[in-house]
């Protein structure tokens, strides 16, 4: 299985910050790799596929870039609704597997 | 809009079965692959399993920690999924969400929309 590590694994920002979140795949996945938001009581909600395509509807303060290995997900301009675990995931294959989160504190 | 809706939790003794039911709306069900994840109190996402559209074979894919166990089916003119959960386990405690599952290869899978999740119990 590939297998998905995030770092931090938590971290805290100010309003108006920009914060890097790394993914790192334990074999090149590509660009097979998508990004989400996950909120206490809430459904995941998808920011980013193909490793940097935003998703429609969300805000272009969220992007990815990356391939292979080595991934980010950058949050610009921070904004108090940002507060969040962010999951990084690949699917270039079965199983299907994401990273263990980063928690963001704003 | 795209809707998805769980549905079937509960709290369930350990070796007992649940079925949890995800339904759909606001797009054509048929066309598109279905995943579950879950979450378990405390942790982080976990992949639990998905359903490929007859186009692609509606053949399913999961876990190792659930294959064996757990099957995913479907309902095409409901607009329907199910994950039937057999000898269940206190580890299968978790939040459970279904995904409408997007690709462009039919090999290779991203979950655009979710629903909210239903929580399932295992205890004596």
């Known amino acids: 299985d590939i297998q998905m590590t995030q770092s931090p694994s938590s971290l805290s920002a100010f309003v108006g910050d920009r914060v890097t979140i790394t993914c790192r795949a334990s074999q090149s996945i590509s660009s097979w790799l998508a990004w989400y938001q996950k909120k206490p009581g809430k459904a995941p909600r998808l920011l980013i596929y193909w490793a940097s395509s935003l998703e429609s509807g969300v805000p272009s303060r969220f992007s990815g870039t990356g391939s292979g290995t080595e991934f980010t997900l950058n949050i610009d301009n921070l904004q108090p609704d940002d507060s969040a675990t962010y999951y990084c995931q690949h699917y270039t294959t079965f199983p299907i597997t994401l990273g263990q989160g980063t928690r963001l504190e704003i | 809009e795209v809707q998805l809706e769980e549905s079937g939790g509960g709290v369930v003794e350990p070796g007992r079965s649940l079925r949890l039911s995800c339904a759909t709306s606001?797009?054509?069900?048929?066309?598109?692959?279905i995943s579950w994840f879950r979450q378990a109190p405390g942790k982080g996402l976990e992949w639990v399993g998905l359903i490929r559209s007859e186009t692609y074979g509606g053949t399913a894919e999961y876990a190792a920690s659930v294959r064996g166990r757990f099957s995913i089916s479907r309902d095409d003119f409901r607009s329907l999924a199910y994950l039937q959960m057999n000898s269940l386990r206190t580890e299968d405690t978790a939040e459970y969400y279904c995904?409408?599952?997007?690709?462009?290869?039919?090999?290779?899978?991203?979950?655009?929309?979710w629903g909210q999740g239903t929580l399932v119990t295992v205890s004596s």
């Open positions: 606001g797009f054509t069900f048929r066309e598109y692959a």
């Open positions: 995904s409408r599952g997007q690709t462009v290869t039919g090999a290779k899978y991203y979950s655009d929309h």
